[in-house]
């Protein structure tokens, strides 16, 4: 593990010699056979060649095909797998493009899944403001909408990591986060149906779940980009996301994109409510503690390979991709070695470049089957470039579980399988 080795620049020629290759040879996916040896899954009629398959009304609500029954939402026992405080994580090793789907998204819960009756349910502005208002859902469903793609992290995302490399596979480390596309009503504007004070510096939302979740809010931030969102990827919010409203705020840690939202307290000073004092700030070295860090910093991750992705086709060409995300922009650059920091190659970026979202990437590369340390390293919009573990530690220690964002390495060994590390 302790040897690196510098991997070949992607070859395209290279890549169709391999697959047009002699008696023996393999291409990408080990699936290709040399000429002459027949392949009975072209030669031979398979069952679903033979007959007729399900009619449109087999399944009113589409699902995967039983071939991808393995590609859910996992938990980790030992951490948090009770009703009362309970996360499951997102399988980003399995997903391709940005956005995620709606029945893959992580979930985080502080007393279970609350079921709203949403003929029942309301969302209430009241404290500090001109007139107090309750809003039925088909009041706000007459404001105007907008459709954003953001990104939602947890604040404890890869927080099992600081001490050390612990979960093996980026679905564990990196998976408190999913991108979807939201759909829902700016916050200003019910706000501004409301009249703010001009003594109104905070908002306080909360939920309607057992939990009564509540995080204090900067006015500014409320009055920007936040969103009361009622649907994800076109439809409603799953119940597990806040069904049948939560609130949206952009670029800052998901404890605050409070769920099942049914009041907005407006105020003159923040609360220091639970999930802002004992929980969701960050310990230093000494016992002292970073409160109010609600902003994401610019973070990136190897989905494949990596240890629940290993690679199988061998040697030859191989496609390393993973995500980036900022909560302060977009990601205009990020930077993958294969050789531990040795040297860095600029991935190639795909897809939208969309503010606080997800960014998708790609780095090409022929790979002779010596041992890999694949890493990814992200650079945001505002030039901020995403740190080393070691440089995090340096200014915070280890004690805390929030806001991790260090680079993540795996180790590849020659038979292409992944394990989480470290190295100096």
């Not at 699902?63 to 939402?73: G, K, L, N, Q, W």
């Amino acid at each position: 593990m302790t040897e690196i080795f510098k991997g070949m620049k992607p070859s395209r020629r290279a890549f169709l010699r391999g697959a047009a290759a002699g008696a023996g040879a393999l291409a990408v996916g080990g699936a290709a056979k040399a000429q002459g040896a027949p392949d009975p899954a072209i030669t031979e009629l398979q069952p679903w060649m033979q007959g007729l398959g399900a009619g449109v009304d087999a399944a009113p609500y589409g699902t995967p095909s039983p071939y991808e029954a393995h590609v859910v939402r996992r938990n980790v026992e030992w951490l948090t797998a009770d009703t009362v405080s309970s996360v499951n994580f997102t399988p980003l090793h399995e997903l391709d493009g940005i956005l995620t789907p709606n029945g893959l998204c992580f979930e985080r819960h502080h007393a279970g899944v609350a079921e709203v009756d949403p003929a029942k349910h309301r969302i209430m502005i009241n404290g500090l403001v001109d007139t107090p208002l309750v809003f039925t859902m088909a009041d706000l469903m007459r404001f105007p909408r907008e459709n954003h793609v953001y990104f939602l992290e947890c604040a404890a995302n890869s927080g099992m990591e600081w001490a050390g490399a612990q979960l093996n596979g980026c679905q564990f480390t990196h998976g408190m986060i999913h991108n979807v596309m939201y759909t829902g009503v700016p916050l200003r504007l019910l706000l501004e149906e409301a009249g703010v004070k001009t003594n109104g510096k905070w908002v306080m939302p909360e939920g309607a779940d057992a939990a009564a979740m509540t995080r204090s809010i900067p006015i500014e931030k409320a009055m920007d980009d936040c969103l009361v969102a009622f649907k994800m990827n076109g439809e409603m919010l799953r119940p597990e996301q806040g069904y049948p409203v939560r609130l949206v705020v952009p670029g800052w840690e998901g404890n605050m994109w409070v769920k099942w939202l049914r009041r907005i307290e407006v105020g003159d000073e923040p609360w220091h409510h639970r999930e802002e004092t004992s929980k969701y700030t960050d310990l230093f070295e000494n016992g002292k503690a970073r409160r109010f860090t609600w902003e994401m910093d610019a973070k990136s991750v190897i989905t494949s390979p990596s240890p629940q992705a290993p690679i199988l086709h061998g040697r030859g060409h191989t496609v390393v991709t993973g995500v980036a995300w900022s909560g302060r922009g977009t990601i205009p650059r990020v930077d993958v070695t294969i050789d531990g920091g040795k040297t860095w190659h600029q991935a190639r970026m795909s897809g939208p470049s969309l503010e606080k979202s997800m960014h998708r990437f790609y780095y090409e590369f022929d790979w002779d089957g010596s041992p890999l340390l694949l890493q990814s390293r992200a650079h945001d919009s505002t030039g901020y470039v995403q740190p080393t573990k070691n440089e995090l530690r340096a200014i915070r220690g280890e004690n805390s579980i929030y806001h991790n964002n260090g680079i993540q390495t795996w180790y590849v060994n020659e038979r292409g399988e992944a394990e989480n590390v470290e190295i100096s």
